[in-house]
């Protein structure tokens, strides 16, 4: 978890090559008050599995932005 600006931004780490939603993630962004989760995989595409849950390419990691 980061904490930025009195936010709150989780990470979690899949090998799996298209990741999807999971109670665990629904649960994390409930009880620690996420503002947004990152699903990183080594996939090569970005893609929004809700408002709060987004998969990124762990390439891209260094480039997020948290705005």
């Known amino acids: 978890m980061v904490s930025l600006g009195g ?3 989780g990470f979690e780490f ?3 090559d298209a ?3 999971t109670k ?3 649960t994390a962004l409930r009880d ?3 503002e947004h989760l990152w699903v990183v995989y080594p996939g090569d595409e970005s893609y929004a599995l809700d408002a709060q849950i987004t998969v ?3 390439r891209d990691v260094p480039g997020l932005s948290f705005s």
């Open 56 to 58: 990124l390419p762990i």
């Open 19 to 21: 990741p999807g939603t």
């Open 14 to 16: 899949r090998y799996s």
């Open 24 to 26: 665990s993630m629904r």
């Open 7 to 9: 936010r709150r931004y």
């Open 32 to 34: 620690l008050g996420l």
